[in-house]
């Protein structure tokens, strides 16, 4: 069964730094894309980057890049996504999912069940 | 950037009868390789998204036949034949032909 489990929820004070994982299961893990998506209280879906742990190429949205780094761990099958100083605007729910891109499709097919950031003072 | 467009942002249906979901793109999904990466998926309330449809039309695995993608080019659409109680939730369309990949802001599916 493919599975991508997230790690827990984290509550930070703003400047600190963090850390959050995924690690994949049930599949080759270097033969897959894996993405995180942010989804902000009450907002939809925003892109943040992928990542192909068979050689860590990655991708970042341009709204994105430079506000989180996005790694891979081919090891232990886990992605991370990591920031080195927070912002009460990083309060989000953050899901990782597993894209397939093959014979003619790309889709986040497998995802996470999310990991909640709250970001506070 | 590709930008999704939904329409509605919300929809309120009858247990029973049909749904439709527009998604259109600011410029054509069709890829250098010849094919469209656009898929739709479901949030239920409290839960991550699931997908639903892949490369416009193809149902994802355990999807119920009740639902079904169709469109080309720029201009896409989700349907639900028969909604049922289970399919309240937020719709996505999301383009994966273009990087940064995007997607539309969300159609609310509630029961009226």
């Known amino acids: 069964e493919v599975q991508q489990v997230q790690s827990g929820a984290e509550v930070k004070k703003p400047g600190e730094s963090l850390k959050i994982s995924c690690k994949g299961s049930?599949?080759?893990?270097?033969?897959?894309?894996i993405g995180w998506v942010r989804q902000m209280p009450g907002r939809g879906l925003e892109w943040m980057g992928i990542?192909?742990?068979?050689?860590?190429?990655?991708r970042y949205s341009p709204s994105f890049q430079g506000q989180v780094t996005i790694s891979a761990d081919k090891s232990i099958s886990t992605a991370y996504l990591q920031w080195s100083s927070l912002k009460a605007s990083d309060t989000a729910m953050y899901y990782c999912?597993?894209?397939?891109?093959?014979?003619?499709?790309?889709?986040?097919?497998?995802w996470g069940q999310g990991t909640l950031v709250t970001v506070s003072s | 950037d590709i930008v999704m467009t939904q329409s509605p942002l919300s929809s309120p249906v009858t247990l029973g009868q049909p749904a439709s979901i527009s998604c259109r793109s600011s410029?054509?999904?069709?890829?250098?390789?010849?094919?469209?990466?656009l898929s739709w998926l479901q949030q239920r309330p409290g839960q991550p998204p699931r997908l639903l449809i892949y490369?416009?039309?193809n149902r994802f695995s355990g999807v119920p036949d009740r639902f079904s993608g169709s469109g080309a080019g720029t201009d896409f659409t989700l349907k639900i034949s028969r909604v049922e109680a289970e399919d309240v939730g937020v719709y996505y369309c999301?383009?994966?032909?273009?990087?940064?990949?995007?997607f539309g802001q969300g159609t609310k599916l509630e029961i009226k």
């Open positions: 999912a597993r894209l397939t891109c093959r014979d003619g499709t790309c889709a986040f097919d497998y």
């Open positions: 049930g599949y080759t893990f270097t033969s897959y894309w």
């Open positions: 990542i192909y742990p068979g050689d860590s190429d990655t």
């Open positions: 410029q054509s999904l069709v890829h250098s390789d010849g094919n469209t990466y």
């Open positions: 490369k416009i039309s």
């Open positions: 999301m383009q994966a032909t273009q990087f940064p990949y995007t």
